[in-house]
């Protein structure tokens, strides 16, 4: 069934490639229709690299997610819904459609091969050593607000490299504090239990790093976006209080923004100031 496909591909996952549109909206050229075409081109690259590795990833923890009734559910490889020689095939295939697509977009082709490799180690290595496992996973975030700024020729600030790095290891951390109070098979355990005190420490402390560099960026650097600090700090409590809120059930970012309607009116009125304050400054320009 397609539905299958659609939890193997993970393309409710695809969001967090919007990532690449950032440089543009920091940038706040959005009259650079031009630029907008290439970033959604190697924003659905990225996504075409996304389930690649979320397949591979997928094939290298079948043997512990066949043992776990949670990840079964979630699952189409573990439960059988999907033959482990089909999803080899479409590794294959995918692969070789990233490298064609990469090879035409020559100005991302390193980010998105380092994209690959990275996620590729994290799967076999990284995600079983402590600390490494989460910094891995802020790294490709990295890769592509990279990606995002070469094709448009915008470099990002120190700050906006700083910032998504941080907020990466908020998510991730928090992601994993979840798994760790209520998984009790999962792939990771020997990893989740080394963390297990150091999990709040980790959320709170990144969740303070986030606010504190986003805050100082936006007194120091663009200080018409200053009404975007209430809603980024709205934000941030707002994802805090769901993982406290929530003690049966693993928190997923994805799902934790797709499934809350106040986090989804907030950060449409965070894009929402954005776009006006560029209004009005392209009016005063005109004027």
């Known amino acids: 069934m397609l539905i299958n496909y659609f939890y193997l591909f993970r393309f409710k996952h695809w969001i967090k490639n919007l990532i690449i549109f950032t440089p543009y909206i920091f940038a706040r050229k959005f009259n650079d229709t031009e630029n907008l075409v290439l970033l959604f081109q190697v924003f659905l690259i990225f996504c075409l690299l996304s389930s690649t ?50 090879i035409n977009f020559s100005s991302i082709f390193l980010y998105g091969i380092f994209f690959l490799i990275l996620n590729i180690s994290y799967s076999y290595i990284f995600k079983n050593i402590i600390i490494l496992d989460a910094i891995s996973i802020s790294f490709s975030y990295l890769l592509r607000l990279f990606a995002g700024g070469s094709i448009i020729l915008v470099s990002p600030s120190i700050w906006l490299v700083t910032l998504v790095f941080f907020v990466s290891l908020f998510v991730v951390f928090s992601k994993r504090y979840s798994e760790a109070i209520i998984m009790k098979d999962h792939s990771r355990l020997t990893v989740l239990n080394k963390y297990k005190k150091l999990y709040l420490y980790l959320v709170f402390s990144n969740c303070f790093l986030s606010l504190l560099i986003y805050t100082l960026y936006v007194f120091v ?67």
């Open 221 to 287: 650097k663009n200080i018409d976006l200053i009404l975007t600090i209430p809603i980024t700090f709205f934000i941030f409590y707002r994802m805090i209080y769901n993982l406290y809120k929530s003690k049966s059930k693993i928190i997923s970012p994805v799902n934790t923004v797709l499934m809350d309607k106040w986090l989804l009116i907030s950060l449409f009125a965070w894009t929402l100031v954005i776009f006006f304050n560029n209004f009005l400054n392209n009016l005063f320009l005109l004027n």
């Open 53 to 102: 590795i979320y397949i591979i990833n997928d094939i290298c923890d079948l043997k512990e997610d066949s043992k776990s009734d949670i990840k079964k559910k979630e699952k189409p490889i573990a439960n059988n819904k999907i033959s482990l020689k089909t999803a080899k095939y479409l590794v294959g295939t995918l692969l070789i459609l990233d490298l064609v697509l990469l």
